[in-house]
């Protein structure tokens, strides 16, 4: 997987409390992403970082915050967390090898199951 | 309405036959196209990637192809093997810009 680790890889929380999901990465890369996967969708961009405590959102951003303090580290929170926020969460990593960023390929985390009961 | 949308949305093939899944989308400006590769309970994995000057790649028993002036692109599996086993998801870039566009993913069983 790329040196990228998630934690945890599956939680169970209930309605209302705050959850906090870390990525690390050891490549050193500049770009990291907070996806999300849910059956019959395609994975969805929640928040993504160009650099520390350079962060934007992505289409599905509400509900969430992301901090990256550290080069290595991408952190997602969840504040309230609500049971449409049950998904698998997949973090990815991408270097700036061009100009144009699309054509960096992202290498993707094993992903943490999140369910909010 | 999602740019990239792939067929079939499963199938189940025999060990060792060939299979075909379909990508079309609409993202422009086009930049690239990948095909991923996710085991179950385990990330995507990237298998090919090509740009709009290529019309095909291949990486083992996988070949890419790409036709950009119909917007359409292929993943074919030859003799296919049971850890072919997988979804395989169709993801487009647009020039300038480093968000993707994802595919729903194409399920295959491979059956011995």
């Known amino acids: 997987d790329a040196g990228i680790t998630q934690s945890p890889r599956h939680k169970v929380t209930e309605t209302g409390t705050p959850v906090t999901l870390r990525c690390h990465q050891t490549?050193?890369?500049?770009?990291m992403y907070w996806y999300r996967q849910d059956p019959g969708h395609g994975l969805r961009l929640i928040h993504y970082?160009?650099?520390?405590?350079?962060?934007d959102k992505g289409e599905v951003s509400d509900g969430y915050s992301v901090s990256r303090s550290k080069t290595e580290d991408f952190l997602l929170t969840l504040e309230s967390a609500t049971s449409s926020q049950t998904s698998v969460y997949f973090c990815?990593?991408?270097?700036?090898?061009?100009?144009?960023?699309?054509?960096?390929?992202?290498?993707f985390g094993p992903g943490t199951r999140l369910t909010v009961l | 309405k999602n740019q990239v949308e792939q067929s079939p949305q499963s199938l189940i093939i025999l060990e060792g036959k060939n299979c075909t899944l379909q990508?079309?989308?609409?993202?422009?400006?086009?930049?690239?196209l990948r095909w991923y590769k996710q085991d179950t309970g385990r990330g995507p994995v990237s298998l090919t990637i090509?740009?709009?000057?290529?019309n095909t790649k291949s990486n083992g028993r996988y070949t890419a192809t790409l036709d950009a002036d119909t917007k359409q692109s292929s993943l074919h599996i030859t003799a296919s093997q049971l850890s072919d086993s997988a979804s395989y998801i169709c993801?487009?870039?647009?020039?300038?810009?480093?968000?993707?566009?994802f595919g729903k993913g194409n399920q295959v069983v491979v059956i011995p």
């Open positions: 990815a990593i991408s270097e700036a090898l061009s100009r144009d960023s699309s054509t960096d390929t992202q290498y």
């Open positions: 490549e050193n890369h500049r770009y």
């Open positions: 970082s160009y650099g520390v405590k350079d962060t």
């Open positions: 990508c079309n989308y609409t993202v422009s400006p086009f930049s690239n």
């Open positions: 090509m740009t709009f000057s290529e």
């Open positions: 993801v487009v870039s647009a020039h300038g810009n480093n968000r993707l566009a």
